[in-house]
T-cell receptor, first 115, second 114 residues
Framework: GAVVSQHPSWVICKSGTSVKIECRSLDFQATTMFWYRQFPKQSLMLMATSNEGSKATYEQGVEKDKFLINHASLTLSTLTVTSAHPEDSSFYIC???????????FGQGTRLTVV | AQSVTQLGSHVSVSEGALVLLRCNYSSSVPPYLFWYVQYPNQGLQLLLKYTTGATLVKGINGFEAEFKKSETSFHLTKPSAHMSDAAEYFCAVSDPQGAQKLVFGQGTRLTINP
């Protein structure tokens, strides 16, 4: 099956700093990528959808200036959490889908802790 | 709009017993339906999916699910539970058109008793 690699798997940062999370499709072209946030013992909440070469579409209530998403190539999307605060601590998961595919493949997730 | 309801946030079964995880969905168009499994601190792994065709879908690790349009259900079953099945399970629905965003249920934590 298709592989999506997400990096880093965990990160600890200080309040006020920015953190970048990468999501790569290793063996297919990801025309669409999705970024989710998951709080402990809860379901996945879609943050944004990005198509290669265009601006991301953010879900209602998600601050686009705080969660910067870039999808510059068919194999790489990045999520940057700017000016992170403790309330941004969470598990972030990306998924990717190729053109015409019915299935989205998920990365391993990134545990972000802001101290 | 689409939505998913998973009945039971926590299900506990004995090893070797039948596993039944319930999922009901709401969709204004014929949906795609999915079951994913998540182990602690990991991403999601696809167990099985329904898009079109046969309504009984077989997946990995002995799991299967049946799409019942009249009941708007997509329950997940496994005849005999194994200790390694202990995990969080998510049912999801997507619209076959457009961005095909996944809408997830709340999740069901499956515990296997020895």
């Amino acid at each position: 099956g298709a592989v999506v690699s997400q990096h880093p798997s965990w990160v600890i940062c200080k309040s006020g700093t920015s953190v970048k999370i990468e999501c790569r499709s290793l063996d297919f072209q990801a025309t669409t990528m999705f970024w989710y946030r998951q709080f402990p013992k809860q379901s996945l909440m879609l943050m944004a959808t990005s198509n290669e070469g265009s601006k991301a579409t953010y879900e209602q209530g998600v601050e686009k200036d705080k969660f910067l998403i870039n999808h510059a190539s068919l194999t790489l999307s990045t999520l940057t959490v700017t000016s992170a605060h403790p309330e941004d601590s969470s598990f972030y998961i990306c998924s990717a889908r190729d053109w015409g595919g019915s299935e989205a493949f998920f990365g391993q997730g990134t545990r972000l802790t802001v101290v | 709009a689409q939505s998913v309801t998973q009945l039971g946030s926590h299900v506990s079964v004995s090893e070797g017993a039948l596993v039944l995880l319930r999922c009901n969905y709401s969709s204004s168009v014929p949906p795609y339906l999915f079951w994913y499994v998540q182990y602690p601190n990991q991403g999601l792994q696809l167990l099985l999916k329904y898009t079109t065709g046969a309504t009984l879908v077989k997946g990995i690790n002995g799991f299967e699910a049946e799409f019942k349009k009249s009941e708007t259900s997509f329950h997940l079953t496994k005849p005999s539970a194994h200790m390694s099945d202990a995990a969080e399970y998510f049912c999801a629905v997507s619209d076959p058109q457009g961005a095909q965003k996944l809408v997830f249920g709340q999740g069901t934590r499956l515990t296997i008793n020895p």
